[in-house]
């Protein structure tokens, strides 16, 4: 049983370009969330979901696409990569509005 | 994750006691969690306190919660080097969404 799993682990990119981060739950859990992890700030919530086709923006949206068109998937876009979105993305799923947070491995992006 | 304000750093030696401080901003939060990241990993669930109680204790962890002062702390007995981590604690904002901490770095030197 998988879990969360992300996708890719590790990325390297060039400015400009876009950029998908696969986020993927084998639980059917219905909220999904996208978080960022930078030295300094912690754990900043970039969008997430309540169910699908319902998204939601989070603290720093700007940048970001998400969409959710079936329940186990959220994938997260930037549509064109800057260097301020290097980081590490970790993607989260909760089974409804209260209780844990179940994490995925995370993915680091580089961006050039 | 501004709104929720961790010291960045904790070294305690082996065998005594943490205690990591987090203050919040949503006096309406219902819970508020204490979170656990090892290296290289994602965050794991250590325990949780109901905005409703004062302190709850789980083995060697105490949380104690003031919600005059939106201060909610974690102390771990006995800190092992197992225990070396990052924690985090967040706060559930209105029903759906939980916003973390900056996040502490606890290194245990033997």
Redesign the interface.
């Given at each position: 049983d998988a879990g969360i799993t992300q996708s890719p682990r590790y990325k390297i990119t060039e400015t400009g370009r876009q950029v998908t981060l696969m986020c993927h739950q084998t639980w059917s859990h219905s909220y999904m969330f996208w978080y960022r992890q930078d030295l300094g700030h912690g754990l900043r919530l970039i969008y997430y979901s309540a169910a699908a086709d319902i998204t939601d923006k989070g603290e720093v949206p700007d940048g970001y696409v998400v969409s959710r068109s079936k329940t186990e998937n959220f994938p997260l876009t930037l549509e064109s990569a800057t260097r301020s979105q290097t980081s590490v993305y970790f993607c989260a799923t909760r089974e409804g509005p209260t209780g844990e947070l179940f994490f995925g491995e995370g993915s680091r992006l580089t961006v050039l | 994750?501004?709104d929720?304000e961790?010291s960045?750093f904790l070294s305690v030696r082996e065998g005594d006691s943490s205690v990591i401080n987090c203050t919040y901003t949503d006096s309406s939060s219902?819970?508020l969690y204490w979170?656990k990241q090892e290296p290289?990993?994602?965050?794991?669930?250590l325990t949780?306190i109901f905005s409703n109680m004062d302190m709850k204790q789980d083995q060697r962890l105490t949380v104690l919660l003031n919600k005059k002062d939106k201060h909610l702390s974690l102390r771990i007995a006995d800190t092992q080097t197992g225990d070396s981590a990052i924690y985090?604690c967040a706060e559930?904002m209105g029903?759906?969404?939980?916003?973390?901490?900056?996040?502490t770095r606890l290194q245990v030197f033997p």
């Open positions: - | 994750g501004e929720v961790q960045l219902t819970y979170y290289g990993a994602g965050l794991q669930l949780y985090f559930s029903t759906d969404k939980l916003i973390f901490g900056t996040g």
